[in-house]
């Protein structure tokens, strides 16, 4: 395997990454030209620094392809979709982690081979080193003892971290997966000993000063307690398909330090808020296959900026058509949903390409609610009709 060469921050202190989310390739010229076309046009209007391709990707060579025609480095997190074809979860990230532009990792020790985290690093006076100092420990090297020397003067700016959300089902309860309490209590003790291990570096910056982003799939259940209680920053169109378990991934990230939480998996969503010290994105639906956007809604990413040891950040949505949307309004749109599992599709019409599951939701949704309506509409006229034909009769034996 290819070692990844590290990530640095520009001169002037940023980093930008671009979140591309839900693609859903399928084998037809619709989806590959679409998908395609939106990320290669995207990269080419942001420049970014790096891309980040946050689950249901389902054909993932042609996914990261743009990415490596536009020399642009980028990393995975798998979605619920992404090993419904012949290979399973680690073999699809071994496999992307053989490309040179790719900064995938494996065979890092969380409990199921797939979650990672990595540096991004302010350069110092020294050559660019190996992202790791062993592959197989999920412990980033600092620049210090075992990385060569040849990177002692170069400081971490900002921590990324990589989670894998799981299918459809969490702890065994069914309908979405979630960041299990194992692999919470990995992220917690070896990217706890990583930034302690920061803060007692010379030369670094505190520890937390370090911004640090998270990617992952399904959004945590925090998802919905904000569209239901705080104003957001852009669209909210789908309840929350988050996990029905709670298994503290909020209570981990404020512990952490964690800046920034994006995910995807909902395709009407694209709003953002914070809950504490944590801001918590949506992604935009980049991809042709499957449901959504809402019709008239540009496909897109989310771009992030970073600054080096420094918490403050700033995001925007780059669309397919060249528009920035930078969603600086805030607004309340009141939602009462309970449970995550309560979540339901609104599209009424599917796009190319649709899973069948997702396009029987899409069918029960707009034909149940047609059904009832054409119910109540027979039984009420069952109830008028014998009236309206009485007064019918009594109104024709009147006199003119």
Same mark, same amino acid.
């Given at each position: 395997m ?13 980093f930008?990454?671009?979140q591309f ?24 209007? &942001? *420049?970014p ?18 990415a ?18 012949d290979? &399973?979860l ?5 496999m992307d982690?053989?490309v ?8 890092v ?6 979650? =990672? +985290? ?8 020294g ?5 790791l100092?062993?592959?197989t420990?999920?412990q ?6 075992g ?13 990324l971290?990589?989670? =894998? ?9 069914p ?12 992220l #917690?003790?070896s990217l ?6 920061i ?5 670094s910056?505190?520890?937390a ?25 852009g669209?909210?169109? &789908?309840?929350t398909a988050?996990?029905?378990?709670n ?19 909902d395709?009407?969503?694209? +709003? ?9 994105m949506?992604g ?5 296959? *499957? =449901?959504?956007?809402q ?15 420094? #918490? ?12 920035v949307?930078a969603?600086? &309004?805030?607004?309340?749109m ?10 339901q ?5 599917p ?5 069948p599951a997702?396009?029987a ?32 009769a009594?109104a ?5």
């Amino acid at each position: 395997m290819p070692t990844p060469q590290k990530l640095y921050f520009n001169t002037n202190g940023t980093f930008r990454l671009v979140q591309f989310t839900d693609l859903h390739y399928f084998n037809d010229a619709t989806t590959i030209q679409g998908n395609q076309r939106v990320v290669r046009d995207v990269l080419a209007w &942001e *420049s970014p620094d790096m891309a980040v391709f946050s689950g249901d990707l389902r054909m993932h060579s042609l996914a990261v392809q743009p990415a490596v025609d536009a020399a642009v480095p980028y990393a995975i997190i798998l979605g619920n979709h992404d090993n419904e074809a012949d290979m &399973e979860l680690l073999d699809i990230m071994q496999m992307d982690s053989q490309v040179p532009l790719s900064r995938t990792l494996t065979g890092v020790v969380s409990p199921n081979g797939v979650d =990672y +985290f990595m540096p991004v690093w302010r350069r110092g006076s020294g050559a660019a080193g190996p992202l790791l100092a062993n592959g197989t420990s999920g412990q980033p090297t600092n620049g210090t003892a075992g990385a060569g020397g040849d990177v002692a003067a170069d400081t971490v700016g900002a921590m990324l971290v990589f989670l =894998y959300s799981g299918q459809h089902e969490c702890m065994g309860v069914p309908k979405w997966g979630c960041v299990t309490p194992d692999q919470i209590a990995w992220l #917690k003790a070896s990217l706890g000993s990583y930034m302690a291990q920061i803060s007692s570096t010379p030369g670094s910056p505190p520890a937390a000063t370090i911004p640090i982003s998270v990617f992952l799939h399904i959004p945590p259940p925090e998802y919905m307690d904000i569209r239901n209680n705080l104003a957001i920053h852009g669209f909210s169109n &789908e309840t929350t398909a988050c996990p029905s378990v709670n298994t503290g991934t909020m209570d981990a990230f404020e512990l952490l330090g964690v800046t920034t939480v994006q995910c995807g998996h909902d395709h009407l969503n694209d +709003f953002y808020a914070s809950i504490g010290s944590v801001t918590y994105m949506y992604g935009s639906k980049t991809g042709y296959g *499957s =449901y959504g956007p809402q019709p008239g809604v540009p496909r897109g990413a989310r771009v992030l900026e970073l600054t080096a040891a420094n #918490k403050t950040f700033a995001t925007w949505i780059r669309t397919e058509k060249g528009d920035v949307q930078a969603q600086r &309004e805030a607004r309340h749109m009141p939602s009462t949903q309970t449970r995550c599992s309560d979540s339901q599709l609104k599209m009424l019409v599917p796009d190319a390409g649709m899973l069948p599951a997702d396009l029987a939701i899409v069918v029960v949704g707009f034909v149940a609610p047609l059904m009832l309506i054409g119910l109540l509409a027979w039984r009420l006229r069952r109830r008028i009709m014998p009236h309206f034909k009485a007064y019918s009769a009594v109104a024709s034996s009147c006199p003119s």
